[in-house]
Structure formats: C-alpha cells, structure tokens
C-alpha cells in the first residue's frame, strides 16, 4: 500500500518508552501519511476488494455453465 500510494511508512518506534528501530517501507522521498492519504487507501481497498469479488463471481458462474 505505501508503495501504491508513494508514502512512507513505518520507522523506528517507541515500545514501552524503549526506542526499538524498525524499517521504513515504502518510497524514501515520500512524506509521511496524512488524511488524504487515508481516504485514497480506503478507495484502493475498496476498488480491490470489488474487482476481486466480481472475478470470484465471474468464476464461480464459468464453473456452474460447464456443469
């Protein structure tokens, strides 16, 4: 997703007040996420999710037509 949507995520983090350094992923030029951010996501998510539930149905139906 960060990939997808040139963000970068990730990054040292603070467990327990202890600095434990992590990864970034995503696109090291690309700045942090902001709320736009999080409604493209959420428009990937469900532009995914509906492609994959209408390749789903369109096989489903293929396999019941050569039944």
Do not use: C
Request: glycine residues 12%.
């Amino acid at each position: 997703m960060a990939g997808a949507l040139n963000l970068r995520l990730g990054g040292p983090h603070y467990y327990f007040g202890e600095l434990v350094p992590k990864p970034y992923i995503g696109n090291a030029d690309a700045g942090p996420a902001d709320a736009h951010a999080i409604n493209q996501t959420l428009r990937l998510l469900y532009t995914a999710s509906t492609l994959g539930l209408i390749v789903v149905i369109g096989v489903r139906w293929s396999i019941l037509a050569l039944l």
